[in-house]
Each structure stands twice: as structure tokens, then as C-alpha cells.
DNA sequence: GAAATTACGTCAGCCATGTTGACATATTAC
DNA sequence: GTAATATGTCAACATGGCTGACGTAATTTC
């Protein structure tokens, strides 16, 4: 009962790595890592005054430079409300600057300020740190599998944007 | 400046797969993955007025039935007052149930009920086959990756638990 | 050029889930 | 018998989701 799940007796020709058992290993690193992944970060935003919300945009916006409002919107998957009151704390308290978009003057383009910089750069630099050890001692292979999982995780229809985001990053600077 | 971070100019020597756009998609994944592997979940418990909290403590009540409250206290790492908030209410829904320790009669060791383990069954399902999907499409040795990654992301202190968790958990049984 | 749509913002209130701090009760350990 | 431990509880607070309603400016449509 440990190893096979088999509502339909389908699954028992599977590979080895298809067992309950597995899968289940698989749901909880993901647990375990988000938990210690957001720990550290947590910590700093917490002298701030600020929350893991406000990491999530100095993140987005930080990396990509001039995004929208709505873009903002699709990549965090919240509402408007949600997102206005952590995006208008940081305006007010310098760490993010808008401006007016050039084609469309309703956008307001979202950029960090100096101090938002400075701010991401402390917070990632905890996470990327901790991802790039566990690369490094995972090798190579290791990360393209774990690459291509957490990709299969994602819904289908956000991989697509996903995935030019990944690669069209690079040169989407300023 | 997108591909090689270098405060101390020290990464340059680094391998390719440790470059700043590296490692950012690989915390970005993380994000994504995360995101979208709870949303199913979610949407099951809010029908039944219960939260991701609630999720949580049954699904490691029901991996290692007959955990003691410090046990799950120590998975989940949050304060034992807001576990009780959750935990009372499961209780009182007849998701969960608590009978004394037999050795140490201060304990109340936690399992489900068959209300219980039907709605972990149900709420694991989705994720399951997501994760059963992830794997199959990516194969036995990205699933090694994603595994050894997920484990190098995990604190140090933490990762020799879990290992003990998962391995020893085909035997711990009722 | 008027009307509809879009991008964004805001007010108000609700809920889930995390926190701290203080205190209570059983049981076990020394 | 006293101290420590396992658990629970009350109260108050913060964060960050949510819904619903409404407002403004700019763009698009006809």
C-alpha cells in the first residue's frame, strides 16, 4: 500500500519513480525548501517593517525594469488591492519609482530607486547564494533535472510566458 | 552585467550554470512552482472553509500518523498557538483525532480520521498528479536533480531529518 | 467627437494565518 | 516535592490574501 497507488491498477507499470512513496518525497522537499528558501529574507523585510509580499515586487521589478502595473498583476497571480497596498508603501518609502508609460500614458512604469536596488540586492543575495551552493554541490546535470521538474509543476499555460521571460531576460535590460 | 555577478570579480572562474541569470531562474522557478502547485489545493479547501494551514497539518498528520504536537511543531516551524487555531478546528470537524501517548500520557499523539484521510487523499491527489506528470515528462534523472537540488536548498540543520523522514517512512506505518 | 474600454487607484471590510506574551494543567523527571 | 516538559488557551496585533464598489485618466472604437 506503501509503494503503488492503484485507484485503476494503472499505475503499476510505471517507473520506479512514480511511487506514492516518491511523489510524496517530492511534494515535501518542495515544502521544505520554500520554508527555509523564504527564511532568511523574511528575517530582513521583518527590521523594515516590511513583509514577503514587498520581496515578491522589489523582486519582479527589479527584474524587469519598466514593468506594468498588469504585468506585475499576472506574474504574482494577486488582485489589484492586494498588490496596490504593498506597491504604494513602497513608492511612499522610496524603494520603487513609477512613470508614466510612453506609448500609453495610463501605465505607470514600475522601476526600483537606489535604495530599492540596494534593498534587492541584500534580499536575493541570501537566496541566490543558498541556490547557487546547493548547484554547486548538486553539479550540472543535477540542475537541469531540477530545471525541468519545477517546470512541469508549472500550469501549462504559464509556462509558455515563463519560459520567454527566462530567456528573453538577458537582454531586457533598462 | 546580466551574466556574471561580480562584487569581488570572484564567480567569473565559476561554472556556467552559477551565472546571476542562473541562479535567478532558479529561485524564479521556485517561485512559480510554488505558486501553482498550491493553487489547486487552495481552491478544494476554501469550498470547505479551511486554508493551506489547515492543508499542511494534514497532510503530515497523515504521513506520520501518530505524531505528537512538538513533532509537528518542528515540520512546520510556527508557533505552537497558531498550529492549535488549526488544529482545534480539524479536531472539532472530525478531520483529526488525538488519543494520549502511551509511554508519555502528556502527549496527544494526532491522526486522521476516515473524514479525515478522505480529504487528504483528495487534496493530495492534485498534487500528485502534478508532481506524477512533472517527473514522468521529465524522467529518472532529472528527477535525481530535482531532488538533490530541493535538498541542498534546505538547511543544513534540517536536511539530516528529513532524509531520516523520508527514508524511514515506508516502514513507520500506523 | 461621443461612447466604451482599459489601466490604474482607492475605500471599506472580511478572513486566514502568522506573531508575542502571559498563564494554566497535566505529567514526567530529578 | 520541585522543576521541567508537553500541551492548551486567552488576548491582541500584523501581514497579506480576498470581495465589492466606485473614480479618473487615457485610449480605442465606431
Known sequence: MADVISPGGKLAANPIFLRDEDLRQG???????????TSEPDAILAKLGLGRAHHRAIYFVGRHAGITVSELLAILKITKQSLSRVLSQLVQEGYIQQRPGKRDRRQRLLELTEKGKELERQLTRTQRERIARAYREAGAEAVAGYRKVLLGLIDETERRKI?????????ASG
Request: hydrophobic share 50%; glycine share 4%.
Open 27 to 37: 511534494i515535501e522537499l518542495l515544502f521544505y525548501a520554500y520554508r527555509d528558501f
Open 163 to 171: 519560459l520567454a521571460h527566462l530567456d528573453g531576460s538577458a537582454k
